[in-house]
């Protein structure tokens, strides 16, 4: 029995176009995130005219910041500015995992994560890596207050068709990377349950530069989470988890809840929390793709990032696997354009972007989840012996504590294999699970 279609526009829309009449864009990218924007500079400089559609207004940070781990500066540097963002690291000494009062669990330095993993880590915020990535596209690419609706994913001989402030546009690739939520997966994918919610929810805040000096860190509780990183202008990128019910909103203001969790923990969270205002605070629910879906991509439509393999953040995966999926899409589509049919070209393009893409993406998700169980115990005893076995491996130095990212931090795009000497690391999500 043949899959079930997205809902086809009426005839009328689909007359032929005059000599005169607009080519519409043969590459569509719905969502002007991280990664869409990534899929659409690398779709360009491959000689795709692309358009981004983003339903805001305008691009905004939502999210306040995120770390580049190494895997996703090697993606970046396919498209030609891996370098541009290594030069904004600003972690260059000690960092670790802390308790509440402050006592140091372990230690590790980004020194022994470059060793590690052929790079290093750079945590920034999220308005500096879409600005790097938008002003790699040519003006008028990026079309925002645009909701789009994908109403045909195409097929053999016939192109995928979206609807945006209600014009049709067709093209020969849909990029669909929409978010966790994403309208287009549902329309691909109309049968499959999508991310479930992990038990868990976050909070993002970005604070001007403190007036101490302070080190970087995770810290753990029962059941809460808080992390502090210093971002390249000399503001300070905070985040903070904590076991809540999936929905709700503080009655008293996010600031105000985060103050009466954590504001009585070691320094620098009180500074940063007296350092913030209460707009500056993001709340969001952290959520999993918990089934897998059939594939990333159906027609002439592919799924990437959240869209496709929502994850928690307690491996800080989110934003660099949407970095790694738009630059093997664009490697796996690269020819399709050059192609004597690009109806044979491009299902066989997809379909192997889904399958170098799914079993990893999902091996990850699960690793995350392991991870996201780990950093939310309640229980008294459970959490004490967590504490007791960080502090006890420890002792065998900071290659030990960054395991959790071997076979994630380590991958490279196809083609360009991990350099010699950075650690002999395969890329392959098989090594040492959490």
């Known amino acids: 029995m043949p899959a079930p279609d997205v809902p086809r526009v009426p005839r009328a829309a689909h007359s032929p176009r005059t000599p005169h009449s607009p080519r519409p864009p043969r590459a569509l990218v719905i969502g002007a995130g991280v990664g ?102 040519p003006e008028g690419a990026i079309r925002t207050g645009a909701e789009a609706v994908l109403t045909h994913r195409g097929g053999p001989g016939e192109p995928a068709r979206v609807r945006a402030n209600g014009t049709e546009l067709e093209a020969e690739l849909v990029v669909a990377a929409d978010g966790i939520h994403s309208p287009a997966r549902g329309a691909l994918f109309p049968g499959h349950p999508g991310p479930r919610y992990v038990g868990f929810t976050t909070w993002r805040l970005v604070v001007p530069e403190l007036a101490r000096p302070f080190t970087p860190h995770e810290t753990w509780g029962r059941g809460v989470l808080w992390g502090t990183q210093p971002l390249p202008d000399g503001r300070t990128y905070a985040y903070a988890t904590a076991a809540v019910s999936p929905g709700g909103s503080s009655p008293d203001g996010e600031l105000a809840e985060l103050l009466r969790r954590f504001g009585g923990w070691h320094e620098p969270v009180p500074a940063l929390l007296a350092a913030a205002a209460p707009e500056d605070v993001l709340r969001s629910d952290a959520y999993r793709m918990a089934r897998a879906l059939p594939a990333y991509h159906r027609g002439r439509v592919a799924l990437l990032g ?105 991958w490279s795009p196809p083609g360009h294999p991990y350099p010699a000497g950075a650690g002999g690391r395969s890329g392959r999500t098989e090594t040492t699970p959490t």
């Open 306 to 410: 959240d869209a496709a393999h929502a994850m928690p953040p307690t491996l800080g995966q989110g934003g660099n696997q949407a970095v790694e999926d738009a630059v093997v899409l664009a490697h796996h589509v690269r020819n399709v354009r050059h192609a004597g049919s690009s109806a044979t070209a491009l299902p066989v393009a997809l379909a192997a972007y889904s399958a170098e893409r799914l079993p990893r993406t999902m091996e990850i998700v699960r690793r995350a989840s392991r991870a996201a169980r780990m950093n939310t115990l309640t229980s008294a005893p459970a959490c004490a012996l967590r504490d007791a076995s960080f502090a006890a491996l420890s002792g065998f130095g900071p290659q030990l504590a960054l395991r959790a990212l071997d076979g994630i931090a380590d």
């Open 36 to 137: 869409g924007l990534t899929a659409a500079v690398a779709l360009h400089r491959d000689g795709w005219p692309v358009t981004v559609l983003e339903r805001a207004p305008r691009i905004e940070a939502v999210g306040a910041g995120l770390g580049i781990t190494p895997n996703a500066l090697r993606a970046l540097d396919l498209i030609g500015f891996g370098d541009t963002v290594r030069s904004l690291r600003t972690w260059t000494g000690e960092g670790g995992l802390r308790t509440p009062s402050g006592r140091w669990l372990s230690r590790m330095t980004n020194d022994a994560a470059a060793e590690r993993f052929g790079g290093p880590l750079v945590p920034l915020h999220r308005a500096t890596l879409i600005g790097l990535l938008a002003a790699r596209l």
